[in-house]
């Protein structure tokens, strides 16, 4: 298997947020310069806005005790008046369940009345409720109407909203370029996560040219604002050199922040760097640790990794069940390395029953997500009969998936079967344009299989001194075949290699056997790491 690339895993969880600073603004401060007992006097006379001012004290705490209820009843006085302050305030009050029963009906009614009298924050707080059914219907188009109404008095959350609105097509046609235009707006006021989505569009190309430095500048602002999907994507531009010099201690540093934070794409970074000493001393036992924060908060790549560490015996004690167990909550979340690897405990009886229908399954589900070794994998198995009927043209086409992929096994696995004429029509010259790719990748057996085609002219020109370079590289590999072909020419000159077919017995270990051949085990611990 091709390793899945970090880069691409990390880059799924670069995206657009969702409005995941959705609390309603606090309600505006008081004039608290006036003493309190002039507050309390002009209130009691129904002045409204001492009557607001008043519940803000009691909701701040500032010259008296704190009491919600207290400002709650405050709060009612100024709002029946009409005070869109005190509307806004108590709406906040009834949403958050502070002073009263949470009542998002209630809320929203308050907030629909501020709003109409061209209060900013409760334009924006009636807008979110409609975008996001907070006690009312979904309407997309009529929170468009409050957002654009709030973002027009420089409301920044509502900027941001409207951003996003606009980004993602919801309540009016999408345009990336107002959008854009939306989210600097809110960005210039500092919030952080107008910051970041601005980066965002600048690392995308949406709604302008791709610009990654520009993309980078962004992160930054928001990042060290401690800004935690900021800091992540710091991490991850310095960890891919994305708009930035690349440098693996910084992108280390970045993602640590942001991990401390809880971001579960953070910590299993960091669990992943821990692992493969990218800027930081290999540390699997605190690679466990954070593979299991993250794994925890359900990522599956975690998941899965935090299984081979168990299954491998790094960072602890070698606990085969453990890894099962791991490796099934990643494959249950539709991972294909989690499927794989599952299948693979399956196929192997490793802490788990062996069980080949099950292996059989796992892999299928991998396969059909275009893992390469699982398609490899999965090829193997029909070609064998371990747990469905033997059926060598499925075999073929699983083989050929996987090759297509430039996978050396299911190259080599597939010119085996154009050799024989296993599943498909024999065919050398297919076969050694297949034994071709896996050798120019340093399969073993590939490299003395394609010099074994050469010494006898199958598919290709006969050419001795060409078949003798191809096994050289595989006797230096150790292949047994390689080397006694090479003793073999040097015994009989240009006479014939005696026909054991590539690789000889080596192609059908482990047939009968029940048991997976070494060299699959082998491939399956290089290909496992997270």
């Known amino acids: 298997m091709k390793l899945k690339s970090y880069a691409l895993g990390l880059a799924l969880a670069l995206s657009l ?4 600073h959705a609390e309603d603004p606090a309600p505006g401060p008081a004039n608290t310069t006036i003493d309190l007992k002039y507050w309390v006097e002009f209130a009691n006379q129904g002045n409204a806005a001492a009557q607001y001012g008043l519940g803000y004290r009691y909701a701040n705490g500032q010259g008296v ?15 029946a008046q009409g005070n869109a302050q005190a509307q806004y305030a108590l709406a906040y009050m009834y949403s958050n369940g502070r002073g009263i029963d949470a ?3 209630q809320a929203n009614d308050w907030y629909l009345k501020a709003a109409q009298r061209g209060n900013a ?3 924006y707080a009636i807008g979110y409720s409609l975008a996001n059914g907070r006690g009312m219907d979904v309407d997309n188009e009529q929170a468009v109407n409050w957002y654009q ?3 027009a008095q420089s409301q920044a959350q509502a900027q941001y909203a409207l951003g996003y609105m606009y980004a993602s097509g919801l309540g009016v046609e999408q345009d990336y370029a107002i959008a854009l235009g939306w989210y600097r707006k809110s960005a210039d006021q500092g919030r952080t996560d107008a910051q970041y989505a601005l980066g965002y569009m600048y690392d995308t190309g949406q709604g ?3 610009d990654q430095a520009a993309a980078v500048d962004w992160y930054r602002k928001a990042a060290a604002q401690g800004y935690a999907q900021g800091q992540y994507a710091l991490g991850y531009a310095y960890a891919n050199g994305r708009g930035v010099e690349r440098s693996e201690a910084e992108a280390y540093s970045w993602y640590r922040k ?3 934070k809880g971001r579960p794409d953070a910590q299993y970074a960091i669990g992943y760097s821990l692992a493969n000493g990218l800027g930081v001393a290999r540390d699997y036992r605190q690679a466990l640790e954070w593979y299991r924060k993250s794994a925890d908060q359900g990522r599956s790549d975690a998941q899965y990794a935090l299984g081979y560490l168990y299954a491998n015996g790094q960072g602890v004690k070698v606990d085969e069940p453990s890894a099962v167990k791991w490796y099934r909550k990643s494959a249950d979340q539709g991972d294909a390395q989690g499927e794989y690897a599952l299948a693979y405990m399956y196929a192997s009886g490793r802490g788990v029953a062996r069980d080949y229908r099950k292996a059989f399954e796992f892999y299928g589900k991998s396969a059909a997500q275009g893992h390469a070794d699982a398609q490899y994998a999965l090829g193997y198995v029909y070609e064998n009969g371990q747990g469905t009927t033997p059926d060598k043209a499925a075999a073929a086409s699983w083989y050929r998936k996987a090759a297509d992929q430039d996978n050396s096994q299911g190259q080599y696995a597939l010119a085996s079967l154009y050799y024989h004429g296993d599943g498909v029509a024999k065919d050398y010259g297919q076969a050694a344009d297949l034994f071709r790719k896996a050798a120019e990748q340093g399969d073993a057996r590939a490299e003395y299989s394609l010099g074994y085609l050469y010494y006898n002219g199958y598919g290709v020109p006969k050419d001795a001194a060409i078949a003798a370079d191809w096994f050289n590289k595989a006797a230096a590999k150790g292949l047994p075949e390689a080397q006694h072909g090479l003793s073999y020419m040097e015994a009989n000159g240009d006479g014939p290699i005696r026909d054991l077919g590539p690789l000889g017995e080596g192609r059908a270990a482990g047939k009968d056997t029940g048991s997976t051949p070494g060299w699959i085990a082998l491939r399956l611990l290089m290909a496992l790491l997270p």
């Open 17 to 20: 947020p969702w409005l995941a």
């Open 65 to 79: 005790e704190r009491d919600d209820a207290q400002a709650v009843e405050w709060y009612e006085k100024a709002a």
């Open 103 to 105: 009542d998002q009906k």
């Open 121 to 123: 924050d409760a334009q």
């Open 149 to 151: 109404k709030s973002a």
């Open 208 to 210: 302008v040219a791709e």
């Open 258 to 260: 942001a991990a401390e």
